[in-house]
């Protein structure tokens, strides 16, 4: 999962994407770029390594980046070994100039990789399905250079490969391209501006990044759909293939900041309504449950806790102060990591904690990490009993789209019961939401639920293959921890 960031028509433009990508940074703390075109000059400027942005970026380095148009990247790596190789935006020189950074994963990325070796003769410089994407749009394209080139291309995307994925793209001495996947899986929104009687048009990843800058008209790419804007801020929308809408439910729930808007569903109000629904099933199942406090895991907990514990008629409290200076640690890419993080991200409040029966209550349970040393924190704080409460159903199967598990041997409850789970992170109760109430709290059925229902909205037919390639790079990338 990764945030995207593009601008068409700006003077601005590269301060504008270093801007969205700051509000971007919670879906990718591995690497950033930005890649920006001076269209008067034909110049092309390129900035990106490993690092968060604020480390990648100084004021000079945003300056030297030209230009009216331009994209950026925050990455999250669910393919390629973390250096810089692998850090987006990737370019190739011709036909054009193009560049692009996404947002998702390719299913079908080691078959593609193979092909163009073998049978185009393109060798990558990376282990990155950015690359292979690029390759196959720059093949078609150099067939049919302009708008309609531009549309094909994408339709030939669409064609040849397999997954969930939202795209930006620079054409020097053109503009911007935007698009989704035909399934519209992974979010994008677009906006516009105009400043000085100038129009600019911005795509990114969540509305806060565009909010927060003056744009309006916020929209969602359709599923399938193409956006072309030029540097004067002029667009052409095409939807070039459309299948059944499936966008991931694990973006309202987890991944995107409390303040965005995704598929007309503002954030907060959908995590609110989740603390909601887990109260009606504990009031119909566990009615005489002793609670004396419900405190979320902070931070994307906190509106389905509070909710939870004013339907429920039970104090809410903040027994777990996270570190700030600790980022998310489910994104980081490999589990040593991740345990020497939890270590150190939440501290306990013991005064509150202390002889109470607490209901702890965290976005989801994905490996189970974080959930025993949460467990174990309170107990060792003095905590009575320790319920603890999942907003998100049990994880049974591997996402293939953008998120990082996938492997089912991972997830925690892929083989266990609910029961069996309980036990092993050391929870009194482990309450999960079922599926059923998840639809409930977002209003539709029109969801990708595959890592809960094993029902995808696309083939997985190489996602063994991709699975296997994933757990090569974590090795190597262990080897240097």
Request: with cysteine.
């Amino acid at each position: 999962m990764c945030g995207i960031m593009a601008v068409a028509g700006s003077e601005e433009a590269a301060a504008e994407i270093y801007m969205g990508m700051i509000q971007l940074q919670h879906r990718g703390q591995d690497a950033c770029g930005i890649t920006t075109c001076d269209v008067s000059s034909g110049e092309v400027f390129r900035v990106k390594d490993v690092g968060l942005v604020s480390e990648v970026f100084s004021k000079a380095k945003v300056s030297s980046l030209k230009g009216t148009i331009g994209i950026g990247q925050t990455r999250y790596p669910t393919i390629g070994v973390g250096d810089r190789r692998e850090v987006q935006p990737f370019f190739v020189k011709k036909p054009d100039g193009l560049g692009l950074a996404f947002n998702g994963n390719v299913v079908n990325y080691p078959l593609l990789k193979k092909k163009l070796r073998e049978e185009r003769r393109v060798y990558l410089t990376s282990n990155s399905d950015a690359e292979v994407m690029l390759q196959v749009f720059a093949d078609e394209y150099e067939k049919n250079i302009g708008v309609e080139g531009i549309f094909n291309s994408v339709k030939k995307v669409h064609d040849e490969i397999i997954g969930g994925y939202a795209v930006v793209m620079i054409i020097a001495n053109k503009g911007i391209l935007a698009f989704k996947d035909p399934n519209g899986i992974r979010p994008m929104v677009s906006g516009e501006k105009y400043l000085n009687g100038k129009k600019s048009v911005a795509f990114a990843s969540e509305s806060t990044a565009l909010a927060m800058q003056g744009y309006s008209n916020i929209v969602d790419l359709k599923p399938g759909e193409a956006i072309f804007a030029d540097d004067k801020g002029n667009v052409e929308k095409r939807i070039i293939d459309a299948n059944s809408h499936a966008p991931c439910v694990f973006e309202w729930v987890y991944f995107s900041t409390v303040e965005s808007v995704i598929e007309g569903k503002p954030v907060y109000e959908v995590r609110k309504k989740l603390g909601e629904q887990l109260a009606e099933k504990i009031k119909k199942k566990w009615p005489g449950m002793e609670i004396d406090l419900v405190m979320p895991v902070p931070d994307t907990s906190r509106p389905a806790a509070n909710s939870l514990a004013r339907a429920l008629g039970v104090p809410y409290e903040e027994g777990l102060i996270k570190n700030r200076y600790i980022g998310r640690t489910f994104i980081m890419p490999v589990q040593k990591m991740r345990d020497d993080a939890v270590k150190l991200k939440l501290n306990p409040v013991e005064s509150t904690i202390k002889g109470k029966n607490v209901m702890v209550v965290d976005d989801s349970i994905v490996r189970g990490t974080t959930s025993r040393r949460i467990v174990k924190l309170l107990r060792n704080s003095g905590a009575k009993k320790v319920y603890f409460l999942s907003t998100f159903p049990p994880i049974i199967s591997p996402c293939f789209y953008g998120i990082d598990f996938q492997r089912k041997e991972e997830l925690i409850a892929a083989n266990k019961t609910i029961d069996e789970v309980e036990r092993e992170i050391g929870a009194d109760k482990l309450i999960y939401m079922d599926v059923e109430g998840l639809e409930k709290a977002l209003g539709t059925k029109e969801l990708c639920t595959g890592c809960l229902t094993e029902k995808y909205p696309t083939s997985t037919k190489h996602a063994k293959e991709l699975a296997e390639l994933r757990e090569k790079h974590i090795a190597q990338i262990s080897g240097n921890c």
